[in-house]
């Protein structure tokens, strides 16, 4: 693949907000977040129909959310692209997106949960180099975590070559080091591509996943698709971040741990496999670079980047 990257976002840089997902649960938070980075010194603005709710659980039609995002791509007056939150509905639009648009006019574009699936179909669609990780009406609406918040600014704004990421108490499920390609995001979503044209190709990758509010047994169901669609065969090595239990678990027979089930397909996939990273549906996170060329070393608990995620 001809991997292409972004810019580094400037201080002063326009930023365009579109809501490819769902709607805004609390339009409020979205304009605090929007408060927050126009307290940065950045230029914010919103797209046509990103406030717009079509359904109840989409924001807009599909025609207008692909609109919003091609908008802002072909755009040359913005900078960078953030998807105000996720929810559902990216799904919906991937067969339809113009990626020549994407390819021709690289940006940076950050979103997270939904957004997996749209930023697994723009990295293998156009080889573009997008960004995992905070959201601003999630995670910058209202008190901003430090290490979210430096971790966000860091991906964007530095050339990470060279840099490290340590996990939290690291959990080794299988010894091993190995590199690769970095495919992150959610599991529920990227195990939804299976076998279609938009689940990036494993090969020579890391993967790095988390969820929230899966009870067990459907985490093991995505872990075994992955594996059947033989992309846990593919991928170098596994990442695990964080996975958020449900609130209100429905299943009648005993679950084992999430821990449990890692362990499961570290050794049925042979594959060195680590756990414990801030990465997820969580307030302390990382943002990370979906594309990005990276080493894992399961004996010092770490992560690298091995190359700058910008042009």
Excluded: W
Excluded at 23 to 49: C, H, M, W
Excluded at 160 to 173: L, R, T
Aim: glycine fraction near 8%.
């Amino acid at each position: 693949m001809n991997v292409i990257k972004p810019y580094p976002l400037r201080s002063g840089a326009i930023i365009g907000i579109i809501s490819p997902a769902s709607p805004q649960r609390d339009p409020a938070r979205l304009e605090r977040g929007i408060a927050y980075f126009e307290s940065k010194g950045y230029t914010v603005k919103i797209a046509e129909n990103a406030l717009n709710s079509t359904a109840g659980y989409l924001a807009g039609s599909d025609e207008e959310r692909i609109t919003d995002i091609e908008s802002m791509f072909s755009d040359d007056s913005i900078d960078a692209i953030f998807c105000a939150r996720g929810g559902y509905g990216t799904t919906r639009i991937l067969t339809q997106l113009n990626y020549d648009i994407i390819k021709s006019n690289p940006k940076i574009f950050v979103g997270f949960s939904d957004t997996t699936a749209l930023q697994s179909a723009i990295f293998s669609k156009s080889g573009l180099i997008t960004f995992s990780g905070a959201m601003p009406s999630v995670d910058f609406a209202d008190e901003v975590d430090p290490f979210t918040e430096q971790s966000f600014f860091s991906v964007l704004t530095q050339d990470v070559s060279g840099q490290m990421v340590i996990a939290d108490e690291p959990k080794v499920f299988q010894l091993g080091q190995a590199e690769g390609r970095l495919i992150c995001g959610n599991l529920c979503l990227l195990a939804t591509l299976c076998g279609s044209d938009f689940f990036p190709d494993m090969h020579d990758t890391l993967l790095m996943i988390e969820d929230i509010g899966e009870e067990q047994y459907r985490i093991d169901r995505f872990l075994s698709q992955l594996e059947l669609s033989g992309h846990l065969k593919a991928t170098n090595g596994i990442l695990i971040g964080d996975f958020t239990p449900p609130s209100n678990p429905v299943a009648s027979v005993p679950q084992r741990s999430y821990d449990e089930i890692f362990l499961d397909y570290a050794h049925r996939s042979g594959k060195p496999t680590m756990g414990n990273f801030l990465y997820g549906h969580i307030n302390r996170k990382l943002t990370l670079p979906f594309g990005i060329r990276m080493s894992m070393d399961t004996d010092k608990g770490k992560i690298t980047f091995l190359e700058s995620q910008f042009a």
